[in-house]
């Protein structure tokens, strides 16, 4: 078999254009290439300029001599008479951005910093790619976030929870002296997408990592990422002191145990002078925390950052915490541990918050915090892996979601308070700030396990970059920089990633219902699972459905979970005029007879848009089947049996729904909606007991 086509390239293929006129536009315009410094990132980004534009102008060893030199450098780095030109314009960058700028026969790619120069590059080479002018270019950009980090939610046996695209990359058995080629590829496509973070280890962490025999590895990959301007940090186990430390307790407030931390930090800078910093999930499902000795997540949190502020490492501290003694709604429960807490927490803590109140769901609305801590440090933690939808089976374009969660309103300060607004600072100011993304790689050949699902990762990069960015057009730009740049096929394939996020949320959880999915692995229906542990387990916790209606009162008159929004904003959603369809069931229990706007009874409203999730599928089949002879065979093939695979479990789940709500709608299913196959039954009793990424207990 060929791997020409097999994705591991990912969106940095770099093929020779195969349009005859703009290849020799190209040529004519590309002259000779110039990089000054020499540090490991100058080097990295020489190569990368080099092979670029030597594979896109399919001249790998021809002399290049078209009408502008290339040059590529740091400001401190190039020759006076270039950087005196430039000196202003630099001055409105931060420590990573970059300048793109032709002046007199130049094309000068340059930065404040060496990495900002790499970054340069890569947009440069984006431009050639998406087959865009390099004429008159004058390009200044900085990221607008600080923190820009995949989560590996990987374990040190190579198992990734909730991991769909085969096993953890960090062979931790053979490091540090084994050295994968696959480490620089991972850190070099982060580099090219702007991402600058990686958390190696599960947040339901194993202590072991913070061990010599460890650090060792792991300063082994943070060599390797480096040059690539891509920090390493580390889950930290709450209770390390006693696993690997030998004490009796990890009470935050025990000062044996804040000079354990305090040691432990020196010892990992020793191995690692640039270490990030730690990741933490305590007191959370089952995870030791500081709440184990009687305190809050304030002295937990402030005991390690006083440990790395020496170092300007920084804690992200998780705000996924939800209790079975706590009786209250499971989606107010953050919201009521942490904001009370606002101001408390140092500078060099940030609090991570999903981008929903529960759990990654297909549609959630935002988190009601990220409208409430103005005066904490707050990242957004967005799960790019799919636990929630199919894994990586379903072709789920996510940057409509991220899109959608960054645009939505907070009304903190009155209109316009968007979420993207407050992670990236500029509503309260904020000292720190971040984006993180649970990742979808792994050790399949292309990555990610789906080939589209490469744009996940990509448009979470560009997202993490710069909140404000169309997903549709990150869309385009990474079709075209790895399928095609004809016209209509970019349209096409354009067409099924936008409509992949509705056609999911339709099939799965429409009009605001949430975590009706099966126990454990979370692949597949389960809305009748009411037997779990913890009340806040049951999918039946979520739904409510029953002869009257279904979905969850989260007004005043049900659990109240409104009124951690803004007052726009609850009375919003508190409201069923008001209240926007697709949150309805999130918010309210409606009754089956209830008219929805489209003049439908919410029962045939949801059985439609059960229906209607199954036809996207089928359309977005369709398109693809259109796509044979413009994209590569084995790709073509791939991703067509995975549609396939989709297409049927989108009618699983509709089926399997549909025929559990009707034991309380009572009511028949509307035309134009297939009958179901099997039975209830029949969808009852389907089991997946090795299916991947499991975590047996919820
Ligand atoms: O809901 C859960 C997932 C867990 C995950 C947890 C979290 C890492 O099912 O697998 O644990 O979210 O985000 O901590």
Redesign the pocket.
């Known amino acids: 078999m060929t791997y020409a086509t097999d994705g591991y390239k990912l969106w940095m293929d770099y093929k020779t254009i195969s349009d005859s006129a703009l290849l020799k536009e190209y040529q004519s315009l590309i002259g000779s290439v110039q990089t000054y410094g020499n540090s490991e990132t100058m080097k990295k980004a020489t190569t990368e300029i080099y092979n670029g534009i030597s594979g896109i102008l399919g001249m790998k060893n021809q002399k290049l001599d078209g009408k502008f030199s290339i040059i590529l450098g740091s400001y401190n780095n190039l020759p006076k008479t270039i950087a005196q030109q430039l000196s202003q314009e630099l001055e409105n960058l931060n420590e990573e951005g970059y300048l793109i700028k032709s002046f007199s026969n130049h094309i000068v790619i340059t930065a404040k910093t060496d990495i900002g120069v790499l970054y340069g590059t890569f947009n440069f080479l984006k431009r050639l790619q998406t087959h865009q002018s390099i004429e008159n270019l004058n390009i200044l950009d900085s990221p607008k976030i600080d923190l820009r980090i995949l989560n590996h ?1 990987d374990n040190l046996d190579r198992t990734v ?2 991991g769909y695209a085969g096993f953890s990359l960090w062979n931790w058995h053979q490091l540090p002296e084994y050295k994968d080629a696959r480490y620089e590829d991972y850190a070099r496509a982060n580099a090219s997408i702007g991402i600058n973070g990686t958390v190696l280890t ?3 962490s194993n202590a072991l990592v913070l061990t010599p025999q460890y650090l060792e590895k792991v300063k082994a990959l943070a060599d390797i990422f480096r040059p690539y301007g891509l920090k390493v940090y580390l889950t930290a186990r709450f209770s390390a002191p006693i696993e690997i430390g030998g004490l009796t307790t990890a009470d935050p407030l025990d000062a044996n145990v804040k000079a354990w931390w305090k040691n432990k930090v020196e010892e990992i800078y020793t191995y690692i002078p640039d270490f990030g910093g730690f990741l933490v ?1 305590a007191n ?2 089952g ?1 030791p925390g500081p709440q184990n000795y009687g305190r809050n997540h304030v002295d937990g949190a402030n005991m390690m950052a006083e440990a790395l502020a020496p170092f300007n490492g920084v804690v992200m501290w ?1 705000a ?1 915490v939800y209790s079975e003694h706590d009786t209250t709604d499971r989606a107010k429960q953050a919201y009521s541990e942490f904001v009370p807490h606002d101001g408390e927490f140092q500078d060099n803590v940030i609090i991570q918050v ?1 981008n929903g109140p529960i ?2 769901q297909p549609r959630e609305p935002f988190h009601p915090m990220f409208g409430a801590m103005p005066n904490t440090n707050l990242m957004i ?1 967005f ?1 790019i892996t799919q ?1 929630y939808m199919g894994g990586a089976t379903h072709l789920v374009y996510q940057p409509k979601l991220f899109e959608e969660v960054f645009e939505s309103d907070t009304y903190q300060k009155g209109k316009g308070s968007t979420v993207a607004k407050v992670i990236d600072g500029s509503l309260d100011n904020k000292k720190i700030t971040g984006v993180a993304g ?1 990742s979808n790689i792994g050790t399949d050949r292309n990555w990610t396990g789906h080939h589209f699902l490469q744009a996940n990762w990509y448009g979470f990069g560009r997202l993490a970059w710069n909140p404000y960015l169309n997903s549709e057009d990150i869309a385009k730009e990474w079709v075209r920089m790895t399928f095609t740049n004809k016209e209509e096929s970019v349209n096409k394939l354009t067409d099924i990633m936008i409509a992949s996020r509705e056609a999911v949320v339709n099939y799965m959880t429409p009009l605001g219902l949430h975590h009706i999915m099966a126990t454990g692995h ?1 692949y597949g229906p389960g809305p009748w699972v009411s037997d779990l542990s913890r009340p806040e387990w049951n999918p039946v916790y979520y739904h409510k459905a029953d002869n009257n209606g279904v979905g969850f009162d989260r007004t005043p008159s049900g659990s109240n979970a409104t009124a951690q929004y803004a007052p726009e904003v609850a009375t919003m959603f508190n409201n069923l005029e008001t209240c926007p369809e697709q949150d309805l069931l999130w918010f309210h229990h409606v009754p089956w007879t209830y008219k929805l706007k489209s003049g439908h009874t919410l029962w045939d409203g949801l059985a439609l848009k059960y229906q209607k999730g199954v036809n996207e599928v089928a359309e977005m089949q369709a398109t693809w089947n259109q796509l044979e002879n413009e994209v590569d065979t084995q790709r073509f093939n791939e991703v067509n049996m995975l549609l396939s695979i989709q297409y049927k479990e989108a009618k699983w789940w509709r089926d399997a729904c549909l025929l559990y709500f009707q034991q309380f709608s009572k009511m028949k299913l509307p035309q134009g909606v297939e009958e179901p196959k099997h039975t209830l039954e029949y969808y009852k009793s389907l089991q997946f007991p090795y299916a991947p990424g499991i ?1 047996p207990q ?1």
Request: no cysteine; hydrophobic share 25%.
């Open positions: 939610w929870e909730r599960n947040v339901n999930k959370s499902e995870q998780r996924f999903k759990d990654f933690e799960q636990e649970v979370h975590r919820w």
